[in-house]
Nanobody, 122 residues
Framework: HVQLVESGGGSVQAGGSLRLSCLYN?????MGWFRQAPGKEREGVAS???????TYTDSEKGRFTISRDNAKNSVYLQMNNLKLDDTAMYFC????????????????????WGQGTQVTVS
């Protein structure tokens, strides 16, 4: 049974930072972070391949950093200079396949999902 557990969410003022963590019991080649704001569809934020190659959506590039520690079965999302629009539920996702660049920012690219962690920026 594949499990992904997110943590690190919370409330923060605009301009602040948060670091999200995702602990998994099944290592996917491609790991991704997604978010879903109220009334909106879930959207990709960033992904990281097994070799460390990363992909970001244009709006997050420069503010967010995705990383992974395979020894700790974890993937992280460092979020800096947070904006009101970053308020959302953030989800971790895993794929057996590789990232294939921007394809990895699509929901359909992933098989396994966590339950999410809430980020609120005020």
């Amino acid at each position: 049974h594949v499990q992904l557990v997110e943590s690190g969410g919370g409330s923060v003022q605009a301009g602040g930072s948060l670091r999200l963590s995702c602990l998994y019991n099944h290592r996917g080649n491609c790991m991704g972070w997604f978010r879903q704001a109220p009334g909106k569809e879930r959207e990709g934020v960033a992904s990281i391949d097994s070799d460390g190659e990363t992909t970001y959506t244009d709006s997050e590039k420069g503010r967010f950093t995705i990383s992974r520690d395979n020894a700790k079965n974890s993937v992280y999302l460092q979020m800096n200079n947070l904006k009101l629009d970053d308020t959302a539920m953030y989800f971790c996702a895993a794929s057996e396949g590789y990232c294939y660049s921007r394809a990895s920012l699509l929901n359909s690219h992933y098989t396994y999902w966590g339950q999410g962690t809430q980020v609120t920026v005020s």
